[in-house]
């Protein structure tokens, strides 16, 4: 027995001197920015004379802006990431697309000016050990690790020089450059054009020590809200990240699940919410919250009117799509924060007296239910106290809809941080 009691005890002796007291975990890697991949429906015929009415242009030419346009060429989108890492790797989608993408190079670099890439920082992507890809249909491709230090806030180029067309819908809310032939490793791009469109870059993941927990914000465009010009951050997803990273130590980190238009229950302006849950928010590494803002549209949109002829929705329905989320998520160990829809008062596509009190209805539902782990009072931070079910004026970007960059910093600086733990 002394013998075997012996050889025990050394043999713990040499584990420990063989494991340092200070090593460290390995670095993980973690989502740092996001772009859900969307595809949009015919526009109604109301709708394009709506957009005709207020641009003043021939419904003709609203209609055939708002087809989906082939690229070809080099496309360069700018984007921001919101954690910190030593290398990266760069996410690039034809899960919407209706033919292979193919690819002659792609590149990463940090962002300059507009779309200039600061000098010395470009990087070549590579897939499988060679520059060029072709992507199936319903596809992503995810690239090698890219030695390009970043930290959480910084902007990067990602370009794509493409060897077959890339259809682009100016309806997905963000700005893009074009230019003529393969400039994907050019600094700056000659004969460039700006055009509206959604992002086929759909991810950058960093390596990250300490790894930070993602929280993804999923809902529409009031979630979506960052996309409307270059460098103009201020969606609440990206301030709450600004938030996180300086109060937090880096323990949590944000990325944007958001798209234009979106709906929890309908397709037609991206997959339904229910659909992609599992695309733009489970599958994250490292996902321990989802926030929830959707519902606006499933309101707003149904019915006949501006979007076309669409189900009535009722609160119930709506209800029914929040638990949903909320089982699959607590499926996955993630927790469920929902944000009450915020105030539509005076929108002419999405209120009424029948859709103000559906809204009211829902929103009664996830401040007392207490069947989400956590909610978040978005409609109260945002509303006018002396005409509720009504944006504050200075919270109002102008369409009684959208809040303003004021409407957005007030969302996220009114989220209790303690939710996240």
Avoid at 89 to 110: C, D, F, K, Q
Avoid at 272 to 296: K, N, Q, V, Y
Avoid at 304 to 328: C, T, W
Avoid at 383 to 408: E, N, V
């Amino acid at each position: 027995m002394m013998i075997i009691g012996r050889s025990v005890a050394g043999c713990i002796a040499v584990l420990l001197a063989a494991t340092p007291a200070s090593a460290k975990p390995t670095p993980e890697w973690r989502e740092a920015f996001q772009s859900s991949p969307a595809t949009y429906d015919a526009p109604s015929p109301a709708f394009v004379k709506a957009i005709a009415q207020f641009s003043k242009m021939a419904p003709e030419r609203i209609a055939e802006a708002m087809k989906p346009q082939p690229l070809l060429g080099t496309v360069r989108y700018r984007v921001s990431v919101t954690a910190g890492g030593s290398k990266l790797r760069v996410r690039i989608s034809n899960e919407e697309g209706e033919m292979p993408l193919r690819l002659a190079s792609a590149t990463v670099a940090l962002a300059g000016d507009g779309f200039a890439a600061r000098l010395g920082t470009m990087r070549q992507l590579a897939f499988g050990g060679t520059s060029t890809v072709t992507i199936p249909t319903g596809a992503p491709a995810i690239s090698e690790a890219v030695e390009l230090a970043v930290a959480p806030g910084v902007e990067l180029l990602v370009s794509l020089s493409l060897a077959s067309p890339l259809l682009n819908d100016a309806r997905g809310g963000t700005t893009l450059a074009l230019a003529p032939g393969d400039q994907a490793n050019a600094d700056v791009l000659r004969d460039v054009k700006l055009l509206p469109g959604r992002p086929a870059v759909t991810g950058v993941s960093v390596l990250n020590y300490p790894a930070a927990s993602i929280v993804v914000a999923m809902g529409d465009s009031i979630t979506d809200g960052n996309r409307s010009e270059i460098g103009a951050l201020h969606g609440w997803p990206e301030q709450l990240s600004r938030r996180l990273a300086a109060g937090r130590k880096n323990r949590f980190t944000v990325v944007n699940a958001g798209i234009g238009g979106n709906r929890l229950l309908t397709a037609g302006w991206g997959d339904a919410g229910l659909a992609r849950l599992d695309r733009d928010a489970l599958r994250i590494e490292g996902i321990s919250h989802l926030i929830l803002l959707e519902g606006t549209n499933d309101i707003g949109m149904s019915g006949k009117g501006f979007f076309g002829d669409n189900p009535e929705v009722s609160a119930g329905e709506l209800v029914s799509g929040y638990r949903q989320v909320i089982a699959r998520a607590h499926d996955r160990g993630v927790k469920v924060i929902l944000g009450t829809l915020t105030p539509v008062g005076g929108s002419q596509t999405h209120s009424s007296p029948t859709k103000d009190a559906i809204r009211e209805a829902v929103n009664r539902w996830i401040r007392t239910a207490g069947e989400a782990d956590g909610y978040i009072d978005f409609d109260k931070l945002t509303s006018d106290p002396a005409a509720p079910g009504t944006l504050r004026k200075d919270y109002d970007s102008g369409d009684h809809l959208h809040p303003s960059d004021a409407g957005y910093t007030a969302m996220a600086n009114g989220i209790d941080l303690s939710m996240l733990r």
